[in-house]
């Protein structure tokens, strides 16, 4: 199985493709590492295919509207996401059996959508560099794909802050403030 990233970028200044862009090879390694341990896909044998994550940056009036459309809050945000599967937690894998007959070549997981003026605006409250923000919303986004919803409970948002911080900690460890 390999992991990857398809980076979307729809606003005219690229720059916050380019502070992702040479973090990608890296972050689909760490992403993949941890779908192989933590998720559904251990049990099924995807052999040789490929498991894609679409993500989004975008500003805050796109992500304004979609919330309103999908969660009917009329504001932007940082992070929205969009599985194709109910759910791909290794915890909830009696409910939702996947038959690796039922993939093609590749394997959609869904889209994580950015906004990159909340990021930028998140980055200096936090005092964390922007990609560092973006990053750490990737995590976030890449989680809730998955099934994780830290609005479910408590409980279920400390197993998914818990997951969070596993992930930007790794990552962290491979970009050290370049």
Same mark, same amino acid.
């Given at each position: ?16 493709? +380019? ?38 940056? %975008? ?12 969660? +009917? ?17 290794? #915890? ?18 869904? #889209? ?26 990737? %995590? ?14 408590? +409980? ?23």
């Amino acid at each position: 199985m390999k992991f990857k990233i398809i980076l979307f970028d729809t606003g005219i200044k690229k720059e916050s493709c +380019k502070a992702l862009e040479k973090c990608l090879p890296e972050v689909q390694l760490i992403f993949g590492q941890f779908l192989k341990k933590s998720t559904q896909f251990s049990k099924v044998k995807l052999g040789s295919r490929e498991v894609i994550l679409n993500l989004t940056l %975008c500003g805050k009036t796109k992500i304004q509207r979609i919330n309103r459309e999908f969660r +009917k809050k009329d504001k932007p945000t940082d992070v929205l996401t969009f599985p194709l599967f109910a759910s791909l937690r290794s #915890d909830e894998i009696k409910k939702f059996k996947l038959d690796p007959m039922m993939f093609g070549p590749e394997v959609l997981l869904g #889209d994580v959508l950015i906004c990159k003026e909340v990021a930028k605006r998140q980055a200096l409250e936090f005092d964390i560099s922007y990609r560092d923000e973006l990053l750490h919303l990737l %995590c976030h986004g890449f989680l809730h794909v998955l099934g994780y919803d830290h609005e479910r409970s408590a +409980k279920e948002e400390i197993i998914m802050q818990q997951l969070e911080d596993m992930l930007v900690a790794e990552l962290s460890k491979k970009f050290k403030r370049k």
